[in-house]
């Protein structure tokens, strides 16, 4: 793959979302949201590929991974609504689905294509599918790392704006009150990563995001998160509580080690 490939596919990028701009608000700031989001994830890539041995060729073809690893949403968006897969259509296998059919990759040999579209297709599964080949694995570590980097910073944003600048499809639909599941709590004090299956609060969504920090696979990551103080952020809007506390602490730990590891502490 080459620098040409990666302006063409930006450009591309470009084209095919704005096809899908709208004249309502509502739309146009969920539209939005997720070109947004593709961008900064690709920039997330860009830093994490920096911190690793990994040579130019695969660099770029993880960037593409990123700008394309949301190109999913946008057909979702405009048949359903939502960005919420259980609503509608797994955004994943949308996306890898939407790739084949533009013919987008075509410039690119068999094998490229098939790593972008596989790391599209299950970038965003529980856990990362077995009996994968060792470069789809570290694709999808990459990409599920820059992805989740932003989504802090998606979520953030979400909670610090006006309800009228607030892009809808972002909600989940849960009660924003002062109650949190046992559950979420115990996944996040165990370092273990919450499940969506639990979330009954925003709280519970809190404590989730949360715990996708033991899921990151790359020192650089967590890194990043504590550069741009989205963990602290996130903890801020949390009940005060003893218990919360004590799984806070347990994450601090594990935040400091990982970011003393990146610096070669």
Known sequence: MTDDDMLFFKEWFSDYTRSFYSRDEIDQKNIFLKVEHSHNVLRNMTKITESILLDENRKRLAEASALFHDIGRFPQYAQYKTFRDADSQNHGVLGAETLSKEGVLNSLPANEQQLIINTVKFHNAFAIPSRQSEDIV??????????????????IEYY??????RASATAFGVPDTPEYSRD???ALAGGEVASY????????????????????HFDKSVELLVERNYINRIIARLPQ?????????????????????????
């Open 160 to 165: 610090d704006s006006p309800e009228e600048d």
């Open 241 to 265: 509580t003893v218990e919360i506390g004590a799984a806070i602490i347990n994450l601090h730990k594990y935040v400091l080690k990982k970011v003393r590891n990146g610096n070669g502490a």
């Open 197 to 216: 299956s639990s979330i009954k609060t925003e709280n519970d969504f809190k404590l989730m995001k949360l715990s996708w920090i033991y899921d990151l």
């Open 138 to 155: 570290i694709f999808l570590k990459l990409i599920r790392d820059a992805d989740k980097v932003d989504i802090f910073r998606v979520f």
């Open 184 to 186: 979420m709590l115990q």
